[in-house]
């Protein structure tokens, strides 16, 4: 089975985040990169598993920089036997589906698999760009995943219970919580992977059809107020003219 997997960088969850340039861009000074959480715990782990039970193959693709070395390295450590990093700035999830797109058309890959979203634009937009862009089936969020033979089992989380879907092969699903869970990489993983070869492409023409205007941080926390237990007319007031609550 030959499995492609994407990745992708975060900020790691304690750096701290700030814009430059009037709002429109991050500012990754003194940013620590991550993979991505949901790309790797559960897309690149189950990945991983089906190789080690069915045989065959993991491949990584990812659209940026040279600074996604480290994360491409990452994903080596923990036991992705090829990774390919095509060599453009991800504009947006559009332009990233169609460079990711034209690379898996080359690879007759059986299944492609991605995190349900990154953590950082929590965007759920690439899976079903993918799929629609190699005419392939799409599992979005999904919680499990068997294979036997040519067909995939899939289980996604429901309001109220669990959908079981069946598909065949070509696949791309997004992986939600419960898919697999994360591994720690080894001594001999960490080794191998500072010296593994791995493949950079130019990135194909694509349209860019979103533009950021502008970021705003969140607000930050308010204090606590502390009301007395005799007095409380007064926490119902604030509840009501400055919480708006009731």
């Known amino acids: 089975m030959k499995i492609l997997v994407c990745i992708s960088k ?17 500012d990754e000074n003194n940013v620590q990169y991550i993979v ?32 996604m070395e480290a994360i491409i390295r990452k994903a080596f450590a923990i036991g992705a ?3 390919v990093r095509i060599d453009a700035e991800p504009t947006d999830a559009y332009f990233v589906a169609e460079q990711i797109a034209a690379y898996a058309k080359q690879g007759a890959f059986d299944l492609i698999m991605a995190g349900k ?30 294979v036997v033979g040519s067909t995939a089992t899939v289980e996604c989380d429901i309001d109220g219970g669990t959908e079981v879907l069946e598909c065949d092969f070509p696949l791309v699903i997004s992986a939600a919580k419960g898919m697999a869970e994360a591994r720690i990489p ?30 705003t941080l969140a607000q930050g926390r308010t204090t606590c107020k502390m009301i007395d237990a005799e007095n409380a007319g007064s926490l119902i007031e604030m509840l009501h003219n400055e919480a708006k609550v009731i």
């Not at 993991?58 to 659209?63: A, E, F, L, P, R």
């Not at 953590?119 to 190699?134: R, T």
């Not at 950079?200 to 979103?210: M, N, R, S, W």
């Open 117 to 146: 979203e990154t953590i950082n634009y929590n965007g759920s937009s690439l899976g079903g760009m993918l799929a629609e862009l190699l005419d392939m089936p799409y599992v979005s969020m999904a919680t499990k995943l068997d």
């Open 10 to 26: 975060a900020p790691d969850t304690t750096a701290k985040i700030a814009f430059k340039d009037n709002n429109t861009a991050f």
């Open 81 to 83: 036997d090829d990774g």
């Open 36 to 67: 991505n959480p949901y790309d790797e715990w559960y897309a690149l782990v189950r990945a991983l598993e089906l190789k080690e039970t069915l045989g065959g193959t993991v491949t990584t693709v990812s659209v940026g920089g040279a600074d």
């Open 186 to 215: 080894n001594m001999r993983g960490i080794m191998a992977a500072r010296t593994k070869a791995l493949n950079v492409i130019p990135a194909v023409a694509a349209d860019k059809l979103t533009e950021v205007k502008s970021y």
